[in-house]
């Protein structure tokens, strides 16, 4: 049976490391242009300015059409923001970036090294390589092409199983969640929605047997999808590589 649970409130999980206690995803709009951003904050849907020395750790805003041709967007304003050269057609897109693997090393006394692995730092006790993947589904107009169904190849990633121009308020809906290509069991799947309580979760549920999970959606407007997921490091440098994912959407 497909796990599904609704407006159930959780705190917003406890990072390990607190150098990475931010959010990540990604939005965008159309108007005289198309406007998205790189959303890398403490709470969802509040983008802020990303530090100067991480910003290159992210890899610039792409949107992808039906016919899998993809667009690198311009980035205008602050260092989160970027825009096209002219407005998106009628369609359904998908909008793209990743957080590039980074090490995160722990000392002894506690402190968070960037960019170092154990073999890099003498009195290091814990040693972390974090990806971060986020997903947008954009639709203008009414269309319904199903090509936001298949997988992008994130190595941890949410994909619908339906346009999500298709999703409504009271009527269930299906994701599923792949790591390394391969259906993601029993891992842990959040969301929220616009305006919900900072900090917490609007249902939250884990994944079946063939990494699915239906979701009742039970408000409209813009949501957000998140997991996690981890595996051992290659070798003795570093303990653990971290994957997080998210996918946004509208909810009509």
């Known amino acids: 049976m497909i796990k599904k649970i609704a407006l159930v ?20 709009y159309n108007s005289s242009v198309f406007k998205g951003y790189l959303g890398y904050a ?16 992210f890899e610039p805003l792409v949107i992808v059409d039906k016919d899998l041709k993809s667009t690198t967007l ?14 998106l057609d009628d369609g359904t897109y ?13 000392t002894k006394d506690n402190k968070w090294e960037m960019g170092k692995t154990k073999k890099d730092i003498q009195n290091a006790q814990y040693c972390e390589q974090t990806s971060r993947f986020a997903k947008g589904i954009v639709n203008i107009g009414d ?13 941890l990633e949410i994909v619908p199983l339906d346009n999500p121009s298709n999703f409504k308020v009271g009527v269930p809906f299906k994701v599923q969640v792949l790591l390394d290509g391969e259906p993601a069991k029993t891992v842990e799947v959040k969301g929220t929605f616009e305006n919900f309580t900072e ?11 063939k990494g699915e999970i239906k ?5 409209s407007g813009k949501w957000i999808l998140l997991t996690k997921a981890t595996k051992p490091y290659e070798n003795e440098d570093c303990d653990k590589i971290s994957y997080s994912s998210t996918l946004s959407f509208q909810v009509k």
């Open 9 to 28: 409130v959780l705190s917003s999980t406890v990072l390990t490391i607190q150098s990475l206690a931010h959010d990540f995803w990604v939005d965008g």
């Open 42 to 57: 403490h709470y969802f849907f509040v983008p802020e300015k990303i530090a100067k020395d991480r910003v290159y750790i």
């Open 74 to 87: 311009i980035n205008e304003g602050e260092n989160y923001q970027y825009s096209s050269k002219q407005a």
């Open 94 to 106: 998908i909008l793209k970036s990743s957080y590039k693997p980074t090490f995160w090393t722990k």
């Open 143 to 155: 269309d319904k092409n199903d090509f936001v169904t298949k997988p992008i190849g994130q190595n």
């Open 199 to 209: 900090g917490q979760f609007a249902f939250y549920g884990t994944t079946d047997s």
């Open 215 to 219: 979701i009742l959606p039970l408000r």
